[in-house]
């Protein structure tokens, strides 16, 4: 991991790029941006599946990969709530449970990469892991499911886990390359 932490845009004890300043809060706005309207809306436009596409899930994730954890439960608390007060979606009596399951997987994401360390690729699988166990947790807590926790766990999870097997696969490589790029632009501007 540490030849990637050289590579990657960061000092080898750092692994995600400052969350705050111009940039950084801009680029995160238009990831909550995609997470809360485009993506979803293009998923419903086409008639795609949101259930396996999870389109709110990447922008999430990602921050949280590239920003911290901070950044991350920020983004993924505001995405659903953005959403729902705009378009109604998620509906009602869904919205605590993604709200709880976006900020864990923006949070976890980022903490298991910054505060622990660990390798892009493990801190997705922990993060969609912990993710999935807080919206069932939620889920079920608040009433929002009738069914039965076997019923709902095929009906709402296994859909999704062909987005979850994309994000674990393409999120970390993205994050590399933004961290990557952002080190080159950095060795750029200090040699000029």
């Known amino acids: 991991m540490a030849e990637i932490a050289a590579t990657n845009g960061v000092s080898a004890g750092q692994l995600t790029l400052p969350a705050w300043g111009i940039k950084p809060l801009t680029i995160q706005l238009l990831l909550i941006i995609a997470a809360a309207f485009i993506l979803p809306a293009a998923a419903h436009a086409t008639g795609l599946p949101v259930r396996v596409l999870l389109p ?3 922008p999430v994730l990602f921050i949280g990969l590239v920003y911290g954890w901070r950044s991350g439960a920020i983004a993924g608390v505001a995405a659903p709530l953005v959403s729902f007060a705009f378009s109604g979606m998620p509906p009602a009596f869904m919205l605590p449970s993604m709200m709880f399951e976006l900020a864990a997987y923006g949070f976890l994401a980022g903490a298991f990469r910054e505060i622990f360390k660990l390798n ?3 801190a997705m699988a922990l993060a969609l892991i912990g993710g999935r166990i807080i919206f069932l947790a ?3 807590s608040t009433g929002a499911v009738a069914q039965g926790f076997g019923a709902y766990f095929m009906a709402a999870m296994v859909p999704g886990l062909y987005a ?3 994000q674990l696969i393409i999120l970390p490589f993205l994050a590399a390359i933004m961290l990557r790029d952002d080190k080159r632009k950095n060795i750029h501007e200090t040699d000029a």
Request: glycine share 0%; aromatic share 24%.
């Open 56 to 58: 709110m899930h990447w």
């Open 120 to 122: 892009a690729f493990v």
């Open 138 to 140: 939620v889920a079920f």
């Open 164 to 166: 979850a097997a994309a």
